[in-house]
C-alpha cells in the first residue's frame, strides 16, 4: 500500500507533501474530508506498533480535555483518534510496509529516501 493520510488545512503537511514528492501511485487522503476508518487505523497500527505512536498530544482538544493529567491506555488512543481527526498525528506516510508518522525532519528525510530510494 502507498498512502498519505494528511490535512488539507495544515501548513506542515503542505510543504511535506511538496518536499517529498510523492509518485503518482500514492493515494493521499484529506483526513478532515474523508475521515479515517476503524480498519484504516488498525492497518496503520499493525505497522506502527501502537496506537500512541499514532496520536498527537500537539492537539488542541488534548489540552482542552486535560488528557496528559488521564492515563490513557491503547484503547483510549484508538477510540479517540477516531473521535476526531486531529488527534492523528500528521501526515502518516505508508509505502508498501513501512510507516513514517509526523513532522520530525528526520522522519520526513526517511519518509523521502523510502519513497525514492
Request: include cysteine; glycine fraction near 2%; charge should be neutral.
Amino acid at each position: 500500500m502507498k498512502k498519505i493520510y494528511y490535512l488539507s488545512t495544515c501548513d506542515t503537511c503542505k510543504r511535506i507533501l511538496k518536499e517529498i514528492e510523492a509518485p503518482s501511485e500514492f493515494e493521499l487522503q484529506d483526513i478532515k474530508s474523508d475521515a479515517i476508518t476503524q480498519v484504516q487505523l488498525e492497518e496503520m497500527q499493525n505497522l506502527s506498533g501502537s496506537y500512541e505512536s499514532l496520536f498527537s498530544k500537539r492537539a488542541r482538544l488534548y489540552k482542552e480535555r486535560d488528557l496528559k493529567n488521564k492515563n490513557l491506555s491503547e484503547a483510549d488512543f484508538k477510540e479517540l483518534i477516531l473521535e476526531h481527526y486531529t488527534f492523528l498525528k500528521r501526515p502518516v506516510i505508508i509505502n508498501n510496509d513501512e510507516i513514517f508518522i509526523g513532522n520530525a525532519k528526520k522522519n520526513v528525510a526517511a519518509a523521502k529516501a523510502s519513497i525514492h530510494g
